[in-house]
């Protein structure tokens, strides 16, 4: 399981300064049939031959008794990625999803994971059964801390949600944690919760 060294960081920095609360992760596996090419070189061409393939989406979501925001994060071996969810509310939507290639690789699916408006995606192993090649981690979390959701041979997602009471939101909808908790945070943490909607990790 991949976990970025950041995750530490700020579980230590935040604990103790943001209210820890249990949010509930539930959702289930929905199979979705999909004609598509036969072969890569066919894309755009508007002609068959065609075949069907099935591709897979995960929908759920996280709640919690008070309103929430959330970071999700997609680590795999060579790159680490954030995005930062809508203004709070008292349910997030998530959705995880794999993506069946064509002709393609067989072995290969694009997994994508959004989580209130935050998307992130990346190629990765396919076992062509979700449940081989995804486990769902955890059921329950809690704010403040870091949590994987899901993880695969070749990628974790994971996320961090926080309460409204920690964050304000500002202009384009864009959230930010308050003054009080980006103080206690090093210069990579505080970018990250309290300027841009998504960018990746060093």
Same mark, same amino acid.
């Given at each position: ?12 920095a935040? !604990?103790?300064? %943001? ?8 959702? =289930? $596996? ?5 004609? +598509?090419? &036969? ?14 393939v ?45 993506h ?11 997994? !994508?994971?959004? %989580? ?8 990765? =192993? $396919? ?5 081989a +090649?995804? &486990? ?65 990790l060093?």
């Amino acid at each position: 399981m991949r976990r970025h060294p950041i995750f530490d960081e700020l579980d230590a920095a935040l !604990a103790g300064r %943001v209210p820890s609360e249990p949010v509930e992760c539930a959702g =289930s $596996w929905l199979p979705a049939a999909r004609r +598509t090419y &036969e072969r890569a070189k066919q894309l755009g061409g508007g002609e068959g031959p065609f075949i069907d393939v099935i591709d897979w989406r995960w929908l759920g979501h996280l709640s919690c008794a008070t309103p929430i925001v959330a970071v999700a994060f997609f680590v795999t071996s060579g790159e680490s990625f954030w995005s930062k969810s809508a203004p709070p509310e008292t349910q997030l939507e998530v959705a995880l999803s794999f993506h069946v290639y064509a002709d393609y690789q067989q072995d290969r699916a694009t997994f !994508a994971a959004s %989580v209130s408006g935050a998307t992130l995606a990346a190629p990765v =192993s $396919w076992k062509n059964d979700p449940a081989a +090649t995804c &486990e769902l981690v955890a059921t329950t979390l809690r704010t403040a801390r870091v949590e994987t959701v899901a993880h695969m041979q070749d990628a974790t997602f994971a996320v961090l949600v926080l309460p409204a009471s920690a964050v304000q939101t500002g202009r384009h909808r864009l959230w930010r944690v308050r003054d009080t908790v980006a103080s206690a945070l090093s210069a990579q943490s505080r970018e990250l919760l309290t300027r841009r909607r998504s960018g990746s990790l060093r």
